[in-house]
């Protein structure tokens, strides 16, 4: 019989600490009844997806929902794959959409909270130690095959149903001690592997808080659990990892629930009570009548720089994921105007089984809503806080004049009813290039139905009538005056009844002015823009416009 304790000192010969040294060291969390625990868990393997950022959300509105902890984790034991920088760049993807871990990973080297260290790579010990406590119970085993036997067995298993190191393809499973201890003394490399218990013909129930009730065949692979090199592989680190960080919930993408039957074999070989898995599936994306999932490949709109470079702020992404992850939230938006998004009531019961359908037109329109509901003080400090990244010209533009910058984001906003304008803060140079002659571009071709004659005495008549320190009320009125001397209307229901009296009604004068002004036939309120811009501009650009319409 195997003298499994002596077997796990030949193996591990470095470890000194015990299993319930560090159930001590982590004990259970102080929290209060219901809290749950969540972690974000990602590798640093390449940029952070929007699919990423989806369930980080998800793991930080279901623990903040329930008065409990979020983690930021790092998954860095795949070396070979990571990448440099990697670790920053998934924490400026999360802080910049307002996801802060209460513990975790915080930058490089550093972090907080008392149950780490929060990067696997620093907690080789940890692991090491509970797969010995592994092979010390006959749970775990040395495992000796080499590459090229792997894969004779991958060729005897071709016809197979079930395929992997199992049963009589378990060529390890039952070395004697002095084979075991031959091989170890003699340098060859090995894995160490579980030894398991299952049995393809009974099946484990679980109760996913997303796809509800699942039933699967058991695990029979003895999976590898340590690697030659020490490092452990994600099914044993992240078993070991969430239960001595006292992990409650684990949101994680729909194509883990393939290994939950390994998973959870695990916690329970391990002593530990399983967690409860929430799978959440991929986000889609239509495309040719049909639906596909948002690609790193196809979609720039993936990557979450995407966001960041584009200047969407972080209310607008959280309030589209939000939109997305769970089906009341529109509802008890309408019925919570100003709230807070950290106030609502998260459930893993609202989120899509299938996929929630990732739209950019609709991303955008809700982002347009947020920042229309914004003052005109957060959004001179966003804008300004972007472009001195991403555009210097708009940031010398709107910091030369704070007061005159601030009058420009205030037209048509505070209001009942505010403009809709801007989605993103790049959008904001195009917006307002009229404001200022560095970036305005003027084109004042007028619409089809206005004649350039009109037009110039439309402008020139203005002119004689034009006052900058008009109020709004004596403005227009001086515009419906306008009117009458030109030969409109300032009556548009007037106008529609008896069209062939007039030449137009006060939407068509305004339009010459706008048009002269702004190069544009949409705009906000037209005498807050003249206001902005100062009488001697109003007038220098009526001039061109007469200039240019006289030939």
Known sequence: ????????DLIFPDVTKTADYYETKYPQRNLPEGARVTRF?????GYLHFGGLYAAFASKFTAQAANGIFMLRIEDTDKKREIDDGVSCIING???????PDEGVTGFDSEKGEYGPYTQSKRREIYRTFAKKLVEEGKAYPCFCTAEDLDKIRESQENEDIKGYYGKYARCRNLTDEEIEENVNAGVPFTVRLRSEGDISRKIKFDDMIKGKIEMSENVNDVVILKTDGIPTYHFAHAVDDHLMRTTHVVRGDEWIASVPLHIELFRALGFRPVKYAHIAPLLKEENGGKRKLSKRKDPEANVTYY?????PKESVQEYIL???NSNFEDWRRANKQESVSKFPF?????????ALFDLVKFNDVSKNVISLMTAQKVYEYVTEWAKTYDNELYALLTADPKKALAIFNIDRENPKPRKDIACWSEVRD???YFYNEIYTPNITLPEHINKADACEILTKYKE????????DEWFAKTKELCTLCGYTPNVKEYKANPDAFKGHVGDVTAVIRVAVTSRVNSPDLYYIMQALGRDEVIARIDTAINFYRG
């Open 41 to 45: 868990a990602p590798s640093p393997t």
């Open 347 to 355: 459930n893993f019961k609202k989120v899509s089984v299938s996929g």
């Open 323 to 325: 939109t997305i992850l």
């Open 465 to 472: 009538l034009y006052s900058e320190n008009d109020s709004k």
């Open 431 to 433: 917006y307002l290039s």
């Open 308 to 312: 960041i470079e584009k200047g969407y």
């Open 94 to 100: 999360l802080s910049a959409f307002g996801i802060e």
């Open 1 to 8: 019989m195997t003298d499994c304790k002596k077997i796990a």
